[in-house]
C-alpha cells in the first residue's frame, strides 16, 4: 500500500484504530536483555581496560577485578544467548521480524531509504514514509550493529582464549591474532567496536523518542507491548 500523504501533525487523534501486532514475546525479552547485557560489557570492558577504584595494597586482598571479569563473562554469555534466539526469530518470527524485516531489498525499500534520510536530516517527519516495522534507514542500521556485535563476540573470546593455550576457545579462534597482526591488535579493535556500542546507545535511545515525539508512532511502547494502535485508514508501506 501507498504511504499516507497527510502531514503527521495534521493527524487527528479520534477515530477509529486497530491493532497491529509486531514484536512477538522472545524478540522482546532479546531485545532488553541484549541491551542490558551491553551496557554491562561496555562498563566492565573499560573497567578491565584500565581498572579504576583500585585501593593500594596486595592485589590478592581486592576482587574487584575478578567480580568485573566475572560480570563481564557472564554479560557476553547471555548476549549470546541472545544472538541464537534472534537468529532463529530471523526465520520463525512474523513479517516484522524475519531477515527481510533488517535488509532493504525491496525497490520500494531502495527508493524510501533516500526519503526517509532526508525527512531525517531536514526534520520533515511528514515527508517521511510511513512504516510500522523498521524503515528502511532502520534496517540498516540493525543489520550494521548486528555485524558489529559479531565481530566483537568473535574478537573478545579470542582474547578470552589466550588464557589457556589447551581451551575450546584459543584452538577456535587462535587465528584471528595473526589474521590482525597480533593479539595487541585484537584487543584494540575489540576496544574500538566498544566504543561504536556506546555512542550507539544514545543515538538509539534519542531516535527512539524523537520517533514517538514527532511521528507518534509508539516506537518505545511497541518494545514492551509488541505492538501498535494506529488509525485504521492509515497506509503503511509494509502493511
Do not use: C
Amino acid at each position: 500500500m501507498s504511504s499516507a500523504t497527510a502531514p503527521v501533525e495534521h493527524l487527528p487523534r479520534t477515530g477509529n484504530y486497530r491493532w497491529v501486532q509486531l514484536w512477538g514475546i522472545p524478540l522482546r525479552v532479546m531485545h532488553w536483555a541484549a541491551a542490558i547485557s551491553i551496557v554491562v560489557l561496555a562498563v566492565t570492558g573499560l573497567y578491565i581496560g584500565k581498572p579504576y577504584f583500585m585501593t593500594s595494597g596486595e592485589a590478592s586482598s581486592h576482587f574487584l577485578m575478578g567480580w568485573m571479569r566475572l560480570l563481564h563473562f557472564i554479560a557476553a554469555g547471555i548476549l549470546v544467548m541472545t544472538a541464537i534466539v534472534r537468529i532463529y526469530w530471523l526465520f520463525a518470527g512474523n513479517r516484522y521480524e524475519r531477515w527481510t524485516a533488517l535488509i532493504p531489498w525491496h525497490p520500494r525499500d531502495i527508493r524510501n531509504f533516500f526519503r526517509q534520510a532526508r525527512a531525517y536530516l531536514l526534520v520533515r517527519p511528514e515527508e517521511a514514509p510511513r512504516y510500522l516495522g523498521h524503515n528502511p534507514l532502520q534496517q540498516l542500521s540493525y543489520t550494521g550493529l548486528y555485524a558489529l556485535a559479531l565481530l566483537q563476540a568473535i574478537t573478545g573470546f579470542a582474547l578470552y582464549g589466550q588464557y589457556d593455550s589447551t581451551s575450546f576457545f584459543f584452538r577456535l579462534l587462535n587465528w584471528i591474532g595473526p589474521l590482525l597482526g597480533g593479539m595487541p591488535n585484537v584487543r584494540f579493535v575489540h576496544h574500538v567496536l566498544t566504543w561504536a556500542f556506546i555512542i550507539y546507545i544514545p543515538i538509539h535511545v534519542y531516535m527512539s523518542i524523537r520517533a514517538d515525539v514527532l511521528d507518534r508512532n509508539s516506537t518505545i511502547s511497541s518494545i514492551v507491548s509488541g505492538g501498535r494502535m494506529v488509525r485504521a485508514d492509515e497506509a503503511f508501506e509494509d502493511d
